[in-house]
């Protein structure tokens, strides 16, 4: 599993790829949850990945900035963010950059937008935004 500083970098890269607005941020809206089921489960054998992609991100910010990523404004940590999807890196990463970032996205999506039986998409927020509606 990965460890508690790891998890609070992964909440705030969560908050950063989907943001509160008028419906909630990322990790109030279950990804979080979402995630920690899957890491038991179908996503159990990217752990070591995410575990190296979050440090390397930490590392990142620390060169750039002087401060571990989740310490940084949302500001900051979006610019920091552009630069790692575009590969644009000052430390070296054990895992692509680009490839770790991309995975992080499309499993945010899955958690904040899935059917709320799979750990996500607490109180079915995200269906609400969207006006989806389960009928039948």
């Not at 038991?40 to 990523?69: C, M, Q, T, W």
């Not at 630069?83 to 995975?103: H, K, S, Y």
């Amino acid at each position: 599993m990965l460890s508690p500083r790891q998890i609070e970098i992964l909440e705030a890269l969560v908050n950063r790829i989907i943001p509160a607005d008028d419906a909630p941020g990322g990790w109030d809206g279950g990804v979080g949850d979402y995630l920690s089921g899957q890491f038991k489960r179908d996503l159990k054998h990217l752990i070591p990945v995410y575990s190296l992609g979050l440090d390397a991100l930490d590392e990142e910010a620390r060169a750039v900035h002087n401060r571990n990523f989740d310490q940084l404004d949302e500001s900051l940590q979006d610019n920091l963010l552009v630069g790692i999807e575009l590969g644009r890196v000052i430390t070296p990463w054990v895992v692509d950059p680009m490839a770790f970032f991309r995975m992080a996205v499309e499993h945010c999506a899955e958690g904040y937008y899935s059917d709320p039986g799979n750990g996500g998409n607490k109180d079915r927020a995200s269906w609400g935004m969207i006006g989806f509606q389960v009928r039948g």
